[in-house]
């Protein structure tokens, strides 16, 4: 059986004295759960399990796995894959030089030199954590599936950092909507000129990984029709005036890296490119309910409840085991998307504040 890891930041803590209320915590997620009599004594032996890192017994994967779809815990590195999975006989990264921030990674890459007023001067995320949390016992191989979630609870992490600033922005096009100008629909237009990018460059980005990962093909083409039927609905939502002024709207920096990042992961990182999927599976942003109608974020949230493993996680899977260099090429392409990705909200958001201020 797999063992399932927490994520270093999840906290778990009894809410009252007779167990029937306790805290999941983690940087991207909090709830409160309610536990009935009959559920408490293995739940109570599960949390102490968990807590004192007894991770092996049955309560405490048991506690786990019922948090499948929200990104509590990850897969271990699983040592049977070295008798049964192929392995990566040599690494190759297409450039050698040593990269020491994200941005160095643009300019490398990318061929980019214009962004350190959005991307941090240093690498800020624990890749040496993941890469150990990865490798698997008595070898210098590591497990793609368990690289890949462990990156994406650092991209979570750090998306939680922006948390107040995409609530703000919502908040801030209701309120710009209720006064029912020309504010609003300005707002709208760049929010959804942004989404309309993505979904139109959605195929194009992830077409050359077909061929250097042909298992896939069939999760981009879901991923493609996705972002096709989002990109309808949005289109459908807009009359011909709004419309116009969407097609006017600039692209912001980050996003066009990101995109170009995303291309770039499908030619030379598969681990990378599978950690780039999860991302833009449910690449909606919230403030599309204010054109889209309110249904669409409830909509989104039934979604991820329903999903069990991510199509990141699936495709992870199917990955050769990699040493390390690739390994660490991947986080640090995955640690760059993750600040652009934070950098797209914090744009948003001043653009927004910018029209508000310029109405007042």
């Given at each position: 059986m797999v063992r399932l890891v927490p994520h270093k930041s999840c906290d778990i803590r009894w809410r009252d004295s007779d167990c029937s209320n306790f805290r999941l915590k983690l940087p991207w997620l909090e709830m409160d759960v309610e536990v009935g009599p009959e559920d408490r004594p293995w739940i109570r032996k599960a949390i102490e399990d968990i807590s004192t890192n007894?991770?092996?017994?049955?309560?405490?994967?048991?506690?786990?796995?019922?948090?499948?779809?929200h990104h509590v815990s990850f897969a271990a590195p699983d040592p049977e894959k070295l008798d049964s999975y192929e392995r990566e006989l040599v690494y190759l990264t297409p450039f050698h030089r040593r990269m020491d921030d994200p941005g160095s990674l643009i300019e490398i890459a990318l061929g980019c030199e214009s962004t350190e007023h959005f991307l941090p001067a240093m690498w800020m995320w624990d890749d040496?954590?993941?890469?150990?949390?990865?490798?698997?016992?008595?070898?210098?191989?590591?497990?793609?599936?368990?690289?890949?979630?462990g990156l994406t609870g650092c991209r979570l992490g750090n998306e939680a950092t922006?948390?107040?600033?995409?609530?703000?922005?919502?908040?801030?096009?209701?309120?710009?909507?209720?006064?029912?100008?020309?504010?609003?629909?300005e707002g709208i237009a760049v929010v959804c000129r942004q989404l309309l990018y993505v979904t139109d460059h959605i195929k194009h980005v992830t077409k050359p990984a077909w061929r250097m990962f042909p298992e896939s093909i069939e999760t981009c083409e879901r991923l493609i029709e996705?972002?096709?039927?989002?990109?309808?609905?949005?289109?459908?939502?807009?009359?011909?005036?709004?419309?116009?002024?969407?097609?006017?709207?600039?692209?912001?920096?980050?996003?066009?890296?990101?995109?170009?990042?995303?291309?770039?992961?499908?030619?030379?990182?598969?681990?990378?490119?599978?950690?780039?999927?999860?991302?833009?599976?449910?690449?909606?942003?919230p403030s599309l309910a204010c054109v889209m109608g309110e249904g669409i974020e409830s909509e989104m949230d039934t979604r991820r409840?329903?999903?069990k493993v991510s199509e990141g996680e699936i495709l992870s899977s199917r990955l050769p085991l990699v040493q390390r260099p690739t390994a660490h090429f991947a986080a640090q392409i995955c640690e760059t998307a993750g600040h652009l990705a934070v950098a797209i909200d914090r744009e948003m958001h001043r653009l927004i504040e910018t029209m508000i201020v310029g109405e007042a």
């Open positions: 007894q991770l092996e017994t049955k309560s405490a994967q048991r506690f786990l796995k019922r948090f499948d779809g040496e954590s993941v890469l150990s949390q990865s490798r698997i016992k008595g070898s210098d191989l590591h497990d793609p599936a368990t690289l890949v979630s922006t948390r107040g600033d995409r609530e703000a922005l919502w908040q801030k096009l209701r309120m710009m909507r209720e006064r029912s100008n020309a504010r609003h629909i996705r972002h096709n039927a989002v990109s309808m609905r949005v289109i459908g939502a807009c009359d011909e005036s709004l419309l116009l002024k969407i097609q006017s709207k600039h692209i912001l920096e980050p996003l066009t890296l990101l995109m170009r990042l995303f291309s770039y992961s499908a030619h030379y990182s598969p681990v990378a490119f599978t950690w780039f999927v999860d991302m833009f599976w449910d690449y909606v942003h409840m329903g999903v």
